[in-house]
T-cell receptor
Framework: GEQVEQRPPHLSVREGDSAIIICTYT??????FSWYKQEAGAGLQLLMS?????DRKEEQGLTVLLNKKDKRLSLNLTAAHPGDSAVYFC???????????FGLGTRVSVFP | DMKVTQMPRYLIKRMGENVLLECGQD?????MYWYRQDPGLGLQLIYI???????SEGDIPKGYRVSRKKREHFSLILDSAKTNQTSVYFC?????????FGPGTRLTVL
């Protein structure tokens, strides 16, 4: 089945700097890609989703890049601020009816 | 605004007791899910429900069962809870390719 690797597991970022999180997946039929943010003690907040026919998507200081050839998905947080401190998960799916396959998460800490 | 609710938020049970976790959504989504989240293992899929009384096992269904009698409610049941079922449980509902998660239930089985 699908396997997703996410790196790095931890990321410390100075306020105002950028942070990049990368996920690689194994199934070339993967159709839908999502990024979630989880703050301490909370549920998963959907940040952004892209279909497999999208290479790049930008929203509110976040950029998602999809490289299907390399089976790589990335999330770029531009100009990080303290509110970005959280755990970020990538999640993929090749059949909408099935469950998501998640990466293990990246804990992002933004310091002044 | 997509909203998924879960009750209770925290629960402590003794080994062998029965556990009922409730999930609700007001968006009339057909498909709902239960996941558990454990350190080092990430989120794992327990069960999927495609609609009322239409449920399917996920990746780790052993020790769990589910009930969906109304589209807006999806319950996770642990008959005779075990200590290794201590975890945070998340419910989600789906529209298109996007899944929306509830706030989670932290279950401790002593």
């Amino acid at each position: 089945g699908e396997q997703v690797e996410q790196r790095p597991p931890h990321l410390s970022v100075r306020e105002g700097d950028s942070a990049i999180i990368i996920c690689t997946y194994t199934d070339s039929a993967t159709a839908y890609f999502s990024w979630y943010k989880q703050e301490a003690g909370a549920g998963l907040q959907l940040l952004m989703s892209v279909l497999s026919n999208v290479d790049r998507k930008e929203e509110q200081g976040l950029t998602v890049l999809l490289n299907k050839k390399d089976k790589r998905l990335s999330l770029n947080l531009t100009a990080a601020h303290p509110g970005d401190s959280a755990v970020y998960f990538c999640a993929v799916i090749n059949n909408y009816a099935q469950g998501l396959t998640f990466g293990l998460g990246t804990r992002v800490s933004v310091f002044p | 605004d997509m909203k998924v609710t879960q009750m209770p938020r925290y629960l402590i049970k003794r080994m062998g007791e029965n556990v009922l976790l409730e999930c609700g959504q007001d968006m009339s989504h057909e498909t709902m899910y239960w996941y558990r989240q454990d350190p080092g293992l990430g989120l794992q899929l327990i069960y999927i429900s495609y609609d009322v009384d239409s449920n399917s096992e996920g990746d780790i269904p052993k020790g769990y069962r589910v009930s969906r009698k109304k589209r807006e409610h999806f319950s996770l049941i642990l008959d005779s809870a075990k200590t290794n079922q201590t975890s945070v449980y998340f419910c989600a509902s789906r529209t298109g390719g996007e899944q929306y998660f509830g706030p989670g239930t932290r279950l401790t089985v002593l």
